[in-house]
């Protein structure tokens, strides 16, 4: 078996990963994320007990049972670089004896199988607010990326990363945008079908912009110009055998493409709070949110 050295996987002294402070027997198989650490007891408040609690950095993780699952509430920070790091956090405390540093399955991974232990498969819906890019799109609504796409540029540090982009609809991408060389390439991944079908069948389902930023990769433009004023025209009408771009956030693209490499489940569901059509922004929705989160624990 592989064995993974120190200076590739930090372990902490008491054999919790290195960022997240998690040992493998606190992480549920179902986890529920979001952005921000304040959400974490916002979701575990629906959990009938909780067994684990414990925060570290902006990374907060509460497992406890809801409704006869056990699930794990987990905030990621804000953006795909996070990510990178939760998410090979996440599969390490699945797939990794800690205190061997041996891989135990390689299944599951793109492109590789083998016989060893079974493969420890993690599902993870994202839940977050963004700001939304059509009319069909407007505050109050729920989208589930059914495609996200990366500004980041993360996926191309990964070999495996061509087995799980949307290849062709990247090509159309930059070229109907006029996609600056001075950019990253972006990089296109589905969420897990059948968890799409399962979590969103009744959300607008699309395609979702994970910025590498929140204002100017956004097109917001505040003191600083912008190197493409006309963006956000040309992203709302962009279309892609029927799906159009839907909304903006920060994480769902990595989510995605990470966790495909992986072999786990994944998708996002957003609330939209901001009407990027309309100009419009709601601050007020955490009555909305809390139906989100009712809506992926029930179904999860």
């Given at each position: 078996?592989?064995?993974?050295?120190?200076?590739?996987?930090?372990?902490?002294?008491?054999?919790?990963?290195?960022?997240?402070?998690?040992k493998?027997?606190?992480?549920?198989?179902k986890?529920?994320?979001?952005?921000?650490?304040?959400?974490?007891?916002?979701?575990?408040k629906?959990?009938?007990?909780?067994?684990?609690?414990?925060?570290?950095?902006?990374?907060?993780?509460?497992?406890?049972?809801?409704?006869?699952?056990?699930?794990?509430?987990?905030?990621?920070?804000?953006?795909?670089?996070?990510?990178?790091?939760?998410?090979?956090?996440l599969?390490?405390?699945?797939?990794?004896?800690?205190?061997?540093?041996?891989?135990?399955?390689h299944?599951?991974?793109?492109?590789?199988?083998?016989?060893?232990?079974?493969?420890?498969?993690?599902t993870?819906?994202?839940?977050?607010?963004?700001?939304?890019?059509?009319?069909?799109c407007?505050?109050?609504?729920?989208?589930?990326?059914?495609?996200?796409?990366?500004?980041?540029?993360?996926?191309?540090?990964?070999?495996?990363?061509?087995?799980?982009?949307?290849?062709?609809?990247?090509?159309?991408?930059?070229?109907?945008?006029?996609?600056s060389?001075?950019?990253?390439?972006?990089?296109?991944?589905?969420?897990?079908?059948?968890?799409?079908?399962?979590?969103?069948?009744?959300?607008?389902?699309?395609?979702?912009?994970?910025?590498?930023?929140?204002?100017?990769?956004?097109?917001?433009?505040?003191?600083?110009?912008?190197?493409?004023?006309?963006?956000?025209?040309?992203?709302e009408?962009?279309?892609?055998?029927?799906?159009?771009?839907?909304?903006?956030?920060?994480?769902?693209?990595?989510?995605?493409?990470?966790?495909?490499?992986?072999?786990?489940?994944?998708?996002?569901?957003?609330?939209?709070?901001?009407?990027?059509?309309?100009?419009?922004?709601?601050?007020n929705?955490?009555?909305?949110?809390?139906?989100?989160?009712?809506?992926?624990?029930?179904?999860?």
């Amino acid at each position: 078996m592989r064995k993974i050295s120190p200076d590739q996987l930090p372990i902490n002294d008491d054999g919790s990963v290195f960022h997240l402070h998690l040992k493998p027997e606190q992480l549920a198989d179902k986890i529920v994320m979001m952005g921000d650490p304040e959400r974490v007891p916002v979701v575990a408040k629906y959990f009938d007990s909780v067994e684990f609690d414990q925060q570290s950095r902006e990374f907060r993780t509460i497992t406890g049972m809801y409704q006869g699952k056990r699930i794990t509430a987990l905030s990621h920070g804000i953006g795909c670089d996070n990510l990178d790091i939760v998410m090979t956090e996440l599969d390490a405390l699945a797939t990794i004896d800690l205190q061997t540093r041996e891989v135990k399955t390689h299944q599951g991974i793109a492109g590789q199988a083998s016989n060893d232990a079974p493969f420890r498969q993690l599902t993870m819906v994202r839940i977050g607010t963004s700001g939304g890019l059509q009319s069909f799109c407007p505050i109050g609504s729920y989208v589930a990326s059914e495609i996200s796409m990366g500004m980041d540029g993360l996926l191309y540090f990964y070999k495996a990363k061509k087995s799980v982009e949307e290849w062709q609809l990247s090509a159309q991408f930059v070229r109907q945008m006029r996609w600056s060389r001075w950019l990253a390439n972006p990089y296109f991944v589905r969420s897990d079908a059948e968890l799409l079908d399962r979590i969103g069948y009744d959300m607008i389902k699309g395609i979702t912009i994970s910025a590498c930023g929140f204002y100017g990769p956004q097109g917001r433009h505040v003191r600083l110009g912008l190197t493409n004023p006309e963006q956000n025209q040309r992203l709302e009408t962009f279309e892609y055998n029927g799906l159009k771009i839907c909304n903006y956030e920060m994480e769902s693209a990595a989510l995605a493409g990470l966790a495909a490499l992986m072999g786990h489940k994944a998708m996002t569901a957003c609330l939209i709070i901001a009407g990027r059509y309309s100009g419009e922004m709601n601050t007020n929705y955490k009555g909305s949110f809390d139906e989100l989160i009712t809506k992926v624990l029930d179904r999860i």
